[in-house]
Each structure stands twice: as structure tokens, then as C-alpha cells.
């Protein structure tokens, strides 16, 4: 059995069980499944503001054999007039893109997570020049 820890509104640590298989060929199994060890798992990062279009690490790469999974990117365009689409890769794999309104911060949660390679950044790139894009992603690392 494996656990996902939260913070309720009070700051305390709350668990929620993940039901699975317990097959380490699953590749959503996490690397430790005690409620002590999940928060060491989870994972979380943010870019500083993107104005041109380079890709830019958002969560760095994890050690050899251990993949990042991203349950939830936040996208903010702090443009006042250009909207932007914001590539998310896996190293130099693109994994999906998504797109942000000027003046606009929006949520992208992805079930199940995009599943990264091992010892890989999760990363972003905006794709207008121009626009100011800041990315948060958080997630967890697995095998």
C-alpha cells in the first residue's frame, strides 16, 4: 500500500492511500510506500519568469533509475495583451502543450501523470516571445 501526503488547511500532514497493484513493474508505483517516507517523494519547482523561448528546467533531473511524474503544472502569463502556448518536456521530449490567456493563471492537471524518463528534467518552454510565463509543477519521484 502506498500513501500521498497533504496539508490540510491547517498546515497538518494528512495521507491518502494509493490502491494498486504493488507490481514494481508498475509505473506509477512509488519509490517508498511507508506514510513516514511520501513526503521525501513528492517533488515541486518553478521557473523564473520566461520572456523568450528557451527551455527552461521546471523540476531538475533525479538521480539515475528515478523517473518524475507530474500530476499538475500551473502556468501564469503575466502579459498584458499576448497569450502564449507553454511546451512541457521530458528532457527534449515534448509531453504536452498548453495554452495561457494574457493576464491569466491557470491549472493543468494531468491523470494520469506525465511520466517521465529516468535521471530527466520536467521542463517548459514558452512559445511566444514577448510574453512573461512563470511554470510551477509538482509531482513525485518513482521508479
Known amino acids: 500500500m502506498a500513501y500521498i501526503q497533504v496539508a490540510d488547511g491547517a ?4 495521507y491518502l ?3 494498486g497493484t504493488g507490481d514494481t513493474a508498475d509505473p506509477y508505483r512509488m519509490v517508498h510506500s511507508r506514510p513516514g517516507d511520501v ?4 517533488l515541486d519547482g518553478t521557473t523564473a519568469a520566461m520572456t523568450g523561448t528557451t527551455t527552461t528546467d521546471v523540476i531538475a ?3 539515475t533509475g528515478v523517473r518524475i511524474f507530474v ?3 500551473i502556468v501564469a502569463n503575466q502579459h498584458a495583451t499576448q497569450g502564449t502556448a507553454v511546451e512541457l518536456y521530458d528532457g ?3 509531453k504536452a502543450t498548453v495554452f495561457v490567456d494574457a493576464k491569466k493563471t491557470e491549472a493543468f492537471t494531468f491523470s ?3 511520466r517521465g524518463t529516468a535521471a530527466t528534467a520536467f521542463r517548459a518552454k514558452n512559445v511566444t516571445t ?5 511554470v510551477s509543477a509538482t509531482g513525485y519521484k518513482g521508479a
Open 92 to 94: 527534449a521530449t515534448l
Open 130 to 134: 514577448g510574453s512573461s510565463v512563470i
Open 39 to 42: 513526503g521525501s517523494n513528492m
Open 11 to 14: 498546515g497538518a500532514a494528512k
Open 17 to 19: 492511500e494509493v490502491v
Open 61 to 63: 533531473a533525479q538521480a
Open 112 to 114: 494520469p501523470p506525465l
Open 71 to 73: 500530476g499538475t503544472v
